[in-house]
């Protein structure tokens, strides 16, 4: 803090402010309270959140000579990443995406979210019955979790962060995607506002429900068919976050071979903060849904690992180190 000279003042004072590095705390335990099932006729709720549902916050006052700086923001916690990855795959377990399982994790990311500080909306979809990775599912309803700050306007440029929040059914999905949604978490807690806004969505359903791009990325889907054509054209980018926490090298996978534009802006954010990448061309996320409506996205993530869908996608699957990696990779991207 830089000193002030004072008038009619024999001697100058000056005062030291020092920021304490914040620490992370254990993850809370999730809510008890399910979300209601949809009643309304549309299989879609509404994306927008409303105004009403604006968190508190204090009313800004201007800065006085003596008002301390602001604390430094804290960087992405590859350790506090690590944890929500634990959570997940341990405290809650498999979160196919109609069941109880994953209503209990869509509530506890939910309080996250606005303990951070952000606005939540929760979107309705309809899923069908059907076969994943082996497993029957029933048909249910599932939901897309939307965290946004006060007063974005999804109107004026900015850019998209998911992730997916289900599992297959007979895994505890630690890789499978705790990873994604661990970065996705840990880079909304941290992030600045430096670059273009940014929207946060952890989707329900992305995991198969049989074959063929109809029968998957449920939640990404349903989320792009209710996009407003003037966010069509505000929205910049969509990173999609899956398998995250494996390698140590960070896959930036376009969902095709001549579209390239962003998978290279988001390589040349990875060189400014010192990560090694390969390009990859990749479809099997929900980055895929954005691309096949004309919409940019790519994917970062997807290298192959033994306990890909099985009960053994357990945390030690994921290793911290690629989790950091992946969380300066996305804060290069959104401060450029």
Known sequence: MRARALPLAALLLAATVACDSSTSTPAPRPSTSS??????????????????????????????????????PRAFDPAAAKETVRYLAEEIGPREATSTAYRRALAWLETRFKAAGYQVTRQALQVPSGNSW?????????????????????????????????????????????????????????????????????????????????????????????????????????????????????????????????QRAVRAAATRARVQTRGCTNRSSDHWSFVRAGLPGVRLGSTPYAAYHSARDLPAVVQAAQLGRMGRVLAAWLRG
């Open 134 to 262: 082996g497993v029957p599912v029933r048909a249910g309803t599932t939901w897309n979790l939307i965290a946004t700050r006060p007063g974005f306007n999804p109107a004026a440029p900015h850019v998209i962060v998911g992730a997916h929040l289900d599992t297959v059914p007979q895994a505890p999905g630690a890789e499978d995607n705790a990873s994604g949604i661990a970065v996705l978490l840990g880079t909304a807690e941290t992030l600045q506002n430096n670059g273009l806004p940014t929207m946060f969505i952890a989707f329900g359903a992305e995991e198969p429900r049989g074959d063929g791009d109809n029968r998957h990325h449920y939640g990404s889907r349903a989320y792009v068919a209710s996009m407003p054509a003037a966010q069509r054209r505000a929205m910049r980018g969509m990173v999609s976050l899956d398998r995250v926490g494996v390698g140590s090298v960070v896959p930036v996978c376009s969902a095709q071979a001549n579209q390239l534009d962003l």
């Open 35 to 72: 979300p209601a099932p949809s009643t309304s006729s549309p299989s879609v709720a509404a994306t927008q959140p409303s105004p009403s549902a604006t968190p508190s916050s204090p009313a800004a006052s201007p800065s006085a000579p003596d008002t301390p700086s602001p604390p430094s």
